[in-house]
């Protein structure tokens, strides 16, 4: 939980959409409002107080190889399939 009081969060990116438009402390919470709303989309859940690159690194699901894996523009942008998430069709979770 790295020392926070929250441990993680679930953040809701609808489909084709740059920004999250939801971001929850409950599955139960999100998987309703995801239904009520039929959105497609992804649901992640993400570590709170660190960010991916450093969770992924600690994880070892990424391993840094080249300079520019430590550049800002990379980490910035940096996301892992590591993280626990769901795809969601019409409200409903993608098996």
Known sequence: MDGSAVGNVLVF???NSRFPSGVFLSR???EAWIARHHLSGILTEYPVDV???EWAVRNGTFVPKRPEHHSAEFIG???SASLEHTHFLNGAAVP
């Open 13 to 15: 990116c609808g489909e």
């Open 28 to 30: 139960p919470t999100a």
């Open 51 to 53: 960010g991916v690159f």
């Open 77 to 79: 942008g940096f996301t």
